[in-house]
């Protein structure tokens, strides 16, 4: 007697054509599902509810960078442990050249550091390393501060203070209107690493500086006001004191009322 084999149900059809999709597709959202397997998504939906059920797939959020905001994810859990460990040991990989090269730029930077510091205590032979050498005496500047003065400001000569200012973008912008002549905010026109430099100074100088006469300007004129008179009375004490470092490493005349470092 011949025995049919019973044909599967739609459901059981659904079931498997949705199996065996997520086990080659990887994470698929529901839409993609239904495209890939000709299903209907509510049928697709039975199915992937079904599977759940069985402990065969999980269901979340798997590739963020493809969908940032896109619709829930199902994976087979097969799958997605494979993808899961293939992915810890990629990321570790990238780690480590990460790792090699930050160690190579930390390499470079204790390099240069080194050549930087070895300024401050040989023989200066040239005349911007004994700017710097100079400059390092006062308190509030540091070795990097002194090279970055010495290298990009001081390297040079200047005949008026105007002049400096202006090479440091901190000299004000002239303004004339034919009945009224007066100056405007600074240029900053000139050396941008200059400008930056000397305006973080000017912070430190004023906190490791307190009695120097230019830290008592700026508390008489700004006192306990904050915001915008602060930020352009600094931008004052910076070129004032752009001035003072200038005469200083020219003629050794230190700032009034600064502290060299013992």
Not at 241 to 259: D, F
Request: proline share 5%.
């Amino acid at each position: 007697m011949d025995h049919a084999r019973p044909e599967p149900s739609p459901d059981s059809a659904a079931v498997e054509a949705v199996r065996g999709h997520l086990d080659g597709l990887g994470p698929s959202t529901l839409t993609e599902l239904a495209a890939a397997t000709a299903l209907r998504p509510t049928l697709v939906e039975m199915a992937l509810a079904r599977l759940e059920s069985e402990g065969f797939l999980l269901r979340g959020r798997f590739d963020v960078e493809r969908r940032p905001e896109g619709e829930e994810e199902f994976c087979a859990r097969r799958l997605l442990a494979r993808i899961h460990l293939y992915t810890q040991e990629r990321l570790r990989r990238e780690i480590e050249r990460q790792l090699q090269r930050l160690a190579l730029v930390q390499e470079m930077i204790a390099e240069l550091e080194a050549e930087r510091d070895a300024v401050l205590v040989a023989p200066a032979a040239e005349p911007a390393a004994h700017k710097i050498q100079h400059l390092a005496k006062l308190k509030s500047i540091g070795p990097e501060t002194a090279t970055v003065l010495g290298r990009e400001i001081f390297y040079r000569g200047y005949d008026t203070r105007r002049q400096i200012g202006a090479y440091a973008g901190l000299a004000p912008s002239p303004f004339n209107s034919g009945r009224m002549v007066r100056d405007q905010g600074i240029s900053k026109a000139g050396n941008r690493r200059a400008r930056t430099t000397m305006i973080e100074l000017a912070w430190l100088w004023l906190r490791y500086q307190p009695d120097s006469a230019l830290s008592q300007w700026f508390r008489e004129r700004v006192g306990g006001a904050k915001g915008r008179l602060k930020r352009i009375m600094i931008v004052a004490l910076a070129r004032k004191l752009l001035v003072a470092l200038w005469r200083y490493v020219e003629t050794g005349l230190v700032p009034t009322g600064a502290v060299l470092k013992v």
